[in-house]
Structure formats: structure tokens, C-alpha cells
């Protein structure tokens, strides 16, 4: 089954402790991307890649790392939490074809304490 | 940068009545329209999509439409259904901006029996 799959799925933690979302995708896409969603903001991205190696910041970085070693897998780091990345993270992927449709993971609710 | 604004934030329904949610956008270079369904706990799931040769795409009980001389893309759900509650986002991107998709702040509707 094609899918994008997050972990972990929620996660409470404390201002400052180092914090990892893996997400990893089975399609074999070359695109993938991190957004938060916010109440009455939408979907906004954080950090995109358009494949191996190259990574490139979003609307939102600050406070965010990515890493694009393997096709498969984009995780978004937090190095030094704080509550007001206090969010729902969704990971995407998509084949580099034009424009084509963005997949989404079911999401993963950080709390920030 | 593109900005998308969509209209209503919410919209009540009754079964059996459309539903009608509009997007507006500002980068004339945006050439792919796509919306996306939520339901709760879950990511967003591609329903439709049109591309900026389109004026009109329409699957089953669902149709987008869009004016790119008054840059606004509507979504038309007819005969609605409980099961068509849940948040609808709009999106745009552009070959320029492969896979940065900028989304509106989302409509959460609810169709009542």
C-alpha cells in the first residue's frame, strides 16, 4: 500500500530536550515536504526537498533541521524545542512529474511543554 | 510569494444542499489548483485538482472551477452527504515553485441530516 508514514504519532516533551519526527514514504517519490498546521492558518511549510541532498527552508524554518539522506526518508528535527512549535506536523511526498498530487502522513501532534 | 485566502472559514449545511468554498490567489504564474479533504485525525487527501488550461473539472458529486483572469477557484459539492463533513483546504502552486504549495486557511463543513 502506498503510503507516508509519521512517528510518533503524539508527543509530549519539555522546552529544549532535542526532539526527532521520522517520516518515510513507499512510493519512491522524489519530493517530499514538512508543514504545521495551525487553527486558522492552514497548512504552512517548513522545509521542502526536491530529492537526495537537497533540502531547502519553507515559509517557517526557523527552529527546524531536515535532512534528505536516503529517497525514502526526510526526518524534521527539533534541536532546542520550545512551546510555540507547540503544532500538528504533516510530512508529504510527490513524484517529481509536474505538479503532480502531494500524499500526506496522518500527522503527528507535538506538545511542547 | 503566493497567497491564498478562502472563504467561508465555516459552512452548515443540509443534507441533500451543495456547498460551495472559494479560493483567491495572488501569483499569476500559479498553475495547479488542488483541494484536499481532512478528516479528523487523519492528513489531507487529494479529492480534485484542476490545472491552469482547465476551466471546469467535475468527478461525481464533486466539481472545481476556476477564473484565472479574476485568479479565484471555487469547489462545488453537490447533494451533500454526512460523510462530506470534515475541513477543505484549497492550494496553489507553480512550475516556478515545483511542489511549494501554498494553502488557504481551510473550511471546516458540516452537513446535517
Redesign the interface.
Given at each position: 500500500e502506498a503510503q507516508?508514514t509519521q512517528n510518533p504519532r503524539y508527543l509530549i516533551t519539555v522546552t529544549g530536550k532535542k526532539l526527532t519526527v521520522t517520516c518515510s514514504q513507499n512510493m519512491n517519490h522524489e519530493?517530499m515536504?514538512w508543514?504545521r498546521q495551525d487553527p486558522?492558518?492552514?497548512?504552512?511549510?517548513i522545509y521542502?526537498s526536491?530529492n537526495v541532498e537537497v533540502t531547502d527552508k519553507?515559509?517557517v524554518p526557523e527552529g527546524y533541521k531536515v535532512s534528505r539522506k536516503e529517497k525514502r526518508n526526510f526526518p524534521l528535527i527539533l534541536e532546542s524545542p520550545s512551546p510555540n512549535q507547540t503544532s500538528l506536523y504533516?510530512c508529504?511526498s510527490?513524484s517529481a512529474d509536474?505538479?503532480q498530487?502531494?500524499?500526506?502522513?496522518?500527522?503527528t501532534r507535538l506538545s511542547i511543554l | 510569494?503566493e497567497n491564498?485566502e478562502?472563504h467561508p472559514?465555516t459552512l452548515s449545511v443540509q443534507e441533500g444542499d451543495s456547498a460551495v468554498i472559494k479560493c483567491t490567489y495572488s501569483d499569476s504564474a500559479s498553475?495547479?489548483f488542488?483541494w484536499?479533504k481532512q478528516e479528523l485525525?487523519?492528513?489531507?487527501?487529494?479529492i480534485i485538482?484542476i490545472?491552469s488550461n482547465v476551466g471546469e473539472k467535475k468527478d461525481q458529486r464533486i466539481a472545481v472551477t476556476l477564473n484565472k483572469t479574476a485568479k479565484h477557484f471555487s469547489l462545488h459539492i453537490t447533494e451533500t452527504q454526512p460523510e462530506d463533513s470534515a475541513v477543505y483546504?484549497c492550494a496553489a502552486?507553480s512550475?516556478d515553485s515545483?511542489?511549494?504549495?501554498?494553502?488557504?486557511?481551510?473550511t471546516q463543513v458540516v452537513v446535517t441530516p
Open positions: 507516508v519530493y515536504s508543514y486558522g492558518l492552514g497548512l504552512r511549510q521542502y526536491m519553507g515559509d504533516f508529504a510527490s509536474d505538479n498530487p502531494q500524499h500526506f502522513g496522518d500527522g | 510569494g491564498v478562502q472559514s498553475n495547479y488542488p484536499y485525525g487523519k492528513g489531507p487527501q487529494l485538482d490545472r483546504f502552486s512550475i515545483w511542489g511549494k504549495l501554498q494553502f488557504g486557511a481551510g
